[in-house]
């Protein structure tokens, strides 16, 4: 457990009338900080708010933002919603599956990419688009693949 | 298109989200006319009285719904819904991201309005940007004096907390959303008790969406009469319709309730691309039948989109040209709900699976006689059936699909192949 966890549990507490609400904002933050959600992450986390391991860990499995494997460095979700796709998001996620020789779902071995999709990122009028540690990122063209993997991100 | 804009007002003025521009441009007054001139009652009368609709997707009465909140001294809660994430919409991102204090506004009023003193917003886990603008919007309210204690003097305090969610389409359910709120999964409540009467932390509780809270400030401006001087009877005033696929201009379009589909189209998002013929629009997000061409002229109200056989829903309009597989349309449909459902009910959870497989077989030809009756029977089994609306919405496209183009269906099975040589990438069965 890193020493500040503790500071960032009592924060999220308070941030919110009741402490029930104080979980999803601290894995948020504690993800922020170390990219992903180790399984003694979660038990530390629970420790942290009085909560049963298990129920941590069921709350976090649910939601698709919280990453319980390790990512890269810069996660890429494509959107592959209906209007992504009839703009070519099949095509954008095939092109850098190429790219980066893994499937989605997977990170480089290097450690810098992870590949996902995302089921509708709300932003169907920049189809096809895509977030890049959680920023848009759009239209991308499928020729054009390449700027999400070279272009800067605000953190 | 030069127009008035009451809800993208951000495109008129330039850094609205900004509290010195709002304010520079009549940002807040209505706030200040609400808590100086009605009583809470005589807000909810008012916005009865404007006929405002739930823009989310089901279209309750918002006035009426307020009515629901029992008066027995128990707190009340305000829960602003910003779970956008319904294929095709994409209003209330735009809404967030560039208008935050026409929401804020519309949440303290609103909040007077049904004696709430604690009021939340949801937003969803993908809108890092929207939920930075808008705690950003929340703390510049705070330090002008529009929120807190004894607000403009009127004695009502109100505290905003913007929430984010982590990735889950379920929870724009109304009570999935306050079970994630309350951090937990986001697995819908049974119902009744509707969360009016049992909500956020057991209290009485209304859920609303962006876009309905945006519309309250000018309904208090300009007046219920100038509301309902737009659109029908039944359904008057302005709605967001966000327009995608091959159009000229894709975007969000605000308009008055009841403009004909065909000007939505044609006019606001200047018409199909160069060379693309119109084959079918999904008039309200991923989760309603779909409308044939011959349905272009039906105005954009909730009763005329019902009776043209499909629903306004969340205003998502999608618009499909002939090149596009009906087939593979419909698996990617299905197979967003197959990833989205939370696993609660075996019919949804077992259903969108089967539906997905079947589809996907079909688009790779390796589909049978039998497969569009496996389909037809499976859609059957779900409808309906379900805890909350997922498993119905993941038909609402194939089932329609299903009735205009069987002949696509059929000639897939036929053919040995998609007959417009649509490319499957996603293969996880074959």
């Known amino acids: ?155 | 298109m030069s127009q008035t804009y009451y809800l993208l007002r951000h495109r008129e003025v330039p850094e609205i989200g900004q509290i010195a521009v709002y304010r520079a441009h009549g940002g807040y007054e209505a706030l200040r006319k609400a808590l100086s001139q009605y009583q809470p009652e005589e807000l909810v009368d008012l916005v009865k009285r404007s006929g405002l609709r739930g823009r989310g997707g089901a279209g309750f009465p918002t006035g009426v719904k307020w009515g629901f909140l029992p008066k027995d001294g128990r707190p009340r809660y305000l829960v602003v819904n910003s779970d956008e994430a319904e294929p095709g919409t994409f209003k209330d991102r735009e809404l967030i991201e560039h208008n935050p204090h026409q929401l804020i506004e519309g949440m303290i009023i609103s909040s007077y309005a049904i004696r709430a003193n604690e009021a939340y917003i949801y937003c969803r886990g993908e809108f890092l940007k929207g939920y930075e603008e808008l705690s950003r919007a929340v703390q510049e309210a705070y330090q002008a004096g529009f929120l807190g204690e004894n607000i403009l003097d009127s004695g009502f305090s109100l505290d905003i907390f913007v929430y984010r969610g982590a990735g889950a389409y379920i929870c724009g359910e109304e009570s999935a959303l306050l079970e994630s709120l309350e951090g937990r999964r986001g697995n819908p409540r049974l119902k009744p008790p509707f969360p009016a009467v049992a909500g956020l932390y057991g209290m009485p509780t209304i859920v609303n969406n962006v876009e309905t809270i945006a519309n309250v400030p000018p309904i208090v401006t300009y007046g219920a009469e100038w509301y309902t001087s737009m659109g029908t009877e039944k359904s008057p005033g302005l709605k967001i319709m966000s327009v995608s696929g091959p159009v000229n201009r894709p975007g969000n379009y605000e308009i008055p309730l009841a403009t004909p589909l065909r000007q939505l189209i044609e006019d606001y998002a200047g018409g199909l691309k160069e060379g693309r013929r119109l084959k079918c629009i999904i008039p309200g997000g991923s989760s309603v039948p779909l409308l044939t061409p011959d349905k272009l002229d039906t105005p954009l109200d909730y009763e005329s989109i019902l009776q043209a056989g499909s629903m306004l829903g969340s205003g998502g309009c999608i618009v499909l040209d002939e090149s596009v597989c009906i087939v593979k349309a419909s698996h990617r449909l299905v197979k967003f709900y197959r990833e989205e459902s939370c696993g609660k009910c075996t019919p949804c959870r077992e259903g969108t699976y089967w539906m997905a497989d079947v589809l996907e077989r079909l688009e790779m030809g390796l589909g049978t006689q039998d497969d569009l009756a496996i389909l037809t029977d499976v859609a059957d089994n779900i409808n309906g059936k379900c805890f909350c609306p997922l498993g119905d919405a993941s038909i609402g496209f194939l089932v329609s699909a299903i009735n205009h183009f069987r002949d696509e269906f059929e000639a897939h099975v036929r053919e040995g192949r998609c007959p417009l040589g649509a490319k499957v990438y996603d293969t996880a069965n074959y």
């Not at chain 1, 919280?66 to 979700?77: A, D, E, M, N």
């Not at chain 1, 790219?99 to 779902?105: E, P």
């Not at chain 1, 920049?126 to 977030?131: E, G, S, W």
């Open chain 1, 1 to 155: 457990m890193k020493p500040e966890w503790k500071e960032w549990a009592q924060e999220a507490k308070k941030q919110f009338p009741r402490a029930n609400s104080a979980l999803l904002p601290l894995l948020h933050r504690i993800q922020r900080a170390e990219g992903w959600l180790s399984p003694e992450t979660l038990t530390e986390v629970a420790e942290l708010l009085d909560l049963s391991p298990q129920y941590v860990d069921s709350v976090a499995s649910f939601y698709s933002l919280f990453f319980k494997q390790p990512v890269g460095k810069r996660v890429i979700h494509v959107c592959v919603g209906l209007s992504c796709m009839l703009a070519g998001s099949d095509e954008l996620m095939h092109a850098l599956e190429e790219r980066l020789k893994i499937s989605q779902g997977q990170t480089t071995p290097d450690g810098e990419y992870t590949l996902l999709e995302a089921e509708c990122l709300a932003a169907c009028d920049l189809a096809p688009v895509a977030q890049v540690n959680l920023r848009y990122r759009g239209p991308i063209p499928p020729e054009e693949a390449d700027r999400l993997l070279t272009e800067e991100v605000s953190s």
